[in-house]
């Protein structure tokens, strides 16, 4: 999880860094942290250090961890070459280890030779067969090469025995909403509100889809999970405000008809109203008149 | 009196141990200053335990000197009143500074707020851009 805090420290780094200011072993240790992909500045400033001998020498066992950190990111960026010598490198120092070898597959996966790689990630699950790393690359080489239903059915089989990994619920939800397949991908979403309640960004995602889905009830879950996520953040979060209104004035068309109730859902609208008037004032003053004209055409249609 | 203040003590997180990134100057920074807290909190934590058992001490002593008087107990003396209660507000004091700053519990919090998830690298697929777009960096490890 990325806190507001860590994600200022982050892009403070990043720029001094990328200004020549130095603490590029800290900038790097923070991205490790916090599981950011910024391939491209790693490769730069991992290297910078790696080529740098002294530098090197001063970070002790610390060493092996950027080799392998600027490797990946060699090989998200498609240079193989630094990518292969990283690992050569590795492997010279390592050469009995498991992770190296997982690293050596995903090279023979950047290159594109899919049967080389999968046959390495076998004979490595051989060895070990409830490895998690070497399970999730092959599901993720499996979306790669653009057989999603094998991916699915993969992450399936891997969830049945490793139920509590929320990164792979998130996978899966996601795989399930790019492939417009809402009803499971809301069932992956409660698995991982399940898991970790106080992450509003699930709740987010899960309402995204409740409303999406559509019909009455599902709308009215999903201005729940709106509010949850208005909640949770302290109002400071402007996708859920925005979903609030949205969800307000479907239910109401929904229920023009019948009439009843839903004083509270109003009021609910017209506060989140309020608070987006006041960011959109605050922050971007220029884009306040689109703002007023999109809430009052809910309004309006309501 | 002293157990519910040491209960209070454990409750307390060290967030100055938390500070993992930062350059070597601010670590040995917060490593000094948090020792300095620490040097004085405990010296005083230190006196608030030593006049909580002089109290005790002296109260033990005070119910002797009453029996041997044969006087009824109407209430503790004065002197053990004001040791107990500068006891209380010293450790009280150690107890809230040693272990350093207090962090925030509420999820809307700047430090507790999720503004996005971390990339799923575990599931990182390596068809974008990069593989037609090549990067305009000659990089190479030299060794």
């Known amino acids: 999880m990325v806190t507001k805090t860590e994600e200022t420290q982050l892009n403070r780094l990043e720029n001094q860094v990328d200004n020549g200011g130095g603490g590029a072993w800290e900038y790097l240790c923070l991205v490790r942290k916090l599981r950011v992909r910024r391939s491209e500045k790693v490769l730069k400033h991992g290297l910078s250090i790696l080529n740098d001998p002294k530098q090197r020498s001063s970070l002790g066992p610390d060493e092996w961890t950027l080799y392998e950190q600027v490797a990946v990111a060699a090989m998200d960026c498609q240079c193989l070459d630094v990518a292969k010598d990283c690992t050569k490198v590795l492997r010279k120092r390592f050469p009995e280890s498991k992770r190296v070898g997982r690293l050596e597959a995903m090279l023979l ?136 209104c949205l969800c307000t004035s479907a239910i109401t068309q929904l229920t023009k008809g019948k009439n009843k109730e839903d004083k509270e859902g109003s009021q609910l609208q017209s506060l989140a109203a309020k608070v987006l008037e006041k960011d959109y004032k605050q922050k971007a003053p220029d884009k306040l008149p689109q703002l007023t004209t999109a809430l009052k055409s809910l309004t309006l249609s309501s | 009196m002293s157990d519910t203040l040491n209960d209070s003590l454990i409750l307390l997180e060290t967030s100055d141990l938390s500070v ?104 990182m697929t390596f068809n974008h851009r990069y593989k037609v777009f090549s990067l305009e960096m000659d990089v190479k490890l030299k060794h």
């Open chain 1, 109 to 244: 996966e950047a290159k594109g030779s899919w049967e080389l790689a999968e046959k390495a990630y076998t004979s490595l699950l051989e060895d070990n067969p409830l490895d998690q790393a070497i399970h999730k690359r092959r599901v993720a080489m499996a979306k790669a090469q653009g057989n999603i239903s094998v991916a699915i059915d993969w992450l399936n089989k891997y969830l049945e025995i490793f139920m509590a990994d929320h990164d792979a619920w998130r996978e899966l939800a996601e795989i399930y909403v790019s492939l417009q397949m809402y009803k499971q991908a809301a069932f992956c979403y409660e698995e991982l509100i399940l898991s970790q309640p106080t992450v509003p960004l699930y709740h987010l995602a899960y309402a995204d889809v409740l409303y999406t889905l559509g019909g009455l009830e599902n709308l009215q879950i999903a201005k729940k999970y709106y509010a949850s996520t208005v909640d949770l953040t302290g109002g400071k979060n402007t996708r859920a405000l925005f979903g609030i």
């Open chain 2, 20 to 123: 993992v990134v930062s350059s070597p100057s601010t670590i040995t920074n917060v490593v000094h200053r948090t020792q300095q807290t620490m040097g004085l909190g405990s010296i005083i934590g230190f006196l608030g335990v030593l006049i909580l058992s002089h109290a005790a001490y002296s109260t033990i002593q005070y119910r002797g000197l009453l029996k041997i008087t044969e006087e009824e107990f109407s209430g503790p003396p004065l002197n053990v009143v004001i040791e107990v209660l500068l006891g209380l507000v010293f450790c009280m004091w150690a107890a809230l500074t040693v272990s350093g700053k207090f962090l925030s519990i509420h999820p809307h919090s700047e430090e507790n707020r999720v503004v996005s998830l971390p990339a799923n690298l575990d599931f």
